[in-house]
C-alpha cells in the first residue's frame, strides 16, 4: 500500500517508486512524439500551401483549321511575350511572372478568329498559396479544352479546336444521323418530331445518296454555293464569309442599309467572299489590309464602294 506515497518520487530512488519509471517514460515519449507529428504536419502544409509559386506557363494548341490573332488581354506582373498570332495547327508557349504581387498570376487573353466576327477567351487565377482556377470560353463552331495548371509553378494546357472533323461547323453526329430542327425555335432533336428534318452531307465533297451514306461528288473545284443571310451572328455588323479557297459563301447585310444592303454592297460583298473561294486575301496574294494603292473588291475599306468606278494611277 505504500506505492501511492512513493509515485512521483525522484527518479533513480530504491523502492516501489523505481517502478513508476517506465510509465513516465512512455508518457513522454508520446508527447515527444506527437509534437514531432505536429510539426511534421505544419511542415507539410506549409509546403503545400506554397506550391503554386509565382511562375505560370500557359502553352495553347490551335488544332483548327483557322489562324488567330491577339484580342484583348489584360494580366498582371511583369510584361509578357504574349503570342501575336497562333496559326492554325501550330503551338504558342509563354509564361506569366507575378513579379511580387501578392495575388499571384491573374488575367484574360482572347484571341480573334481569323476572317470570323468572334473570339475565344482563357483565363487564370493563380495564387501564390492555394489551388489554381481557370476558365475557357470558344464561340458556336468550335471547342476549347484544358489540362494540367495545378502544382508549383504550374504549367496549364489550352486545346482549340472545331467542333467537327471538317471544320465546317456541323456536328458529325449530324452528318452520321441527320437532324429535326422546329421551325418554331430552331432547336435542333436527333429523334423524329413535328418539323423539318434537316439532311446534312460530309462537306462540299460529297451528297447524301438515295440509301444514306455519302458519295463523293467532285463538285467542289467547279461549283459554288451562295446563301444570302440576314446576320452571321446577332449583334455583329459581318456582311459576309468564305472558306480561302472554297466552294460556299455567305453575304449576311442584315446590318446594313434597309437590313440587305445597297445594290453597290450586295455586288461588293458578293465578288469579295467569292474572291475568298478563288484563293484571293485581302491584300491579294498577301494577307496584308489596307493596302492604299491596292484598288480591289479584296480591300478594305470599303470594299462595297469598290464593285463600281475608275481607278487612276
Partial sequence: MNTLRYHGAAVGGRGPAARTRPARITALGVAALAVALLTLAAAGASAAAQRA???????????SDRDLTLGPNSYNGCPAALPERVNAGATA????????????????????????????????DAPVVGDSSYTQTAPGGYVISRSGGQGFNPTVDFTFDCNSTTCDGIPDSWKRNGIYINPADG??????????????DAGPNSVMNDVGGFTGTGRAPIFHYAISAHNLQAGTPSSGIAPTPGSDLIVSLGSFANQVG???????????????NLNLEHGGDQNVNNKPQYYSVMNYPPRTARSTGTATA
Avoid: K, M
Fill in 187 to 200: 432547336s435542333a432533336h436527333t429523334a423524329p418530331a413535328p418539323g423539318i428534318n434537316l439532311h446534312v
Fill in 262 to 276: 445597297t445594290v453597290a454592297e450586295q455586288a461588293g460583298t458578293f465578288l469579295h467572299e467569292l474572291g475568298h
Fill in 53 to 63: 509559386g509565382t511562375l505560370l506557363t500557359v502553352r495553347f494548341t490551335n488544332n
Fill in 93 to 124: 508557349t509563354w509564361t506569366l511572372d507575378a513579379c511580387g504581387d501578392p495575388r499571384g498570376n491573374v488575367g484574360t487573353v482572347s484571341f480573334n478568329i481569323y476572317r470570323e466576327p468572334s473570339r475565344t477567351q482563357i483565363s487564370w
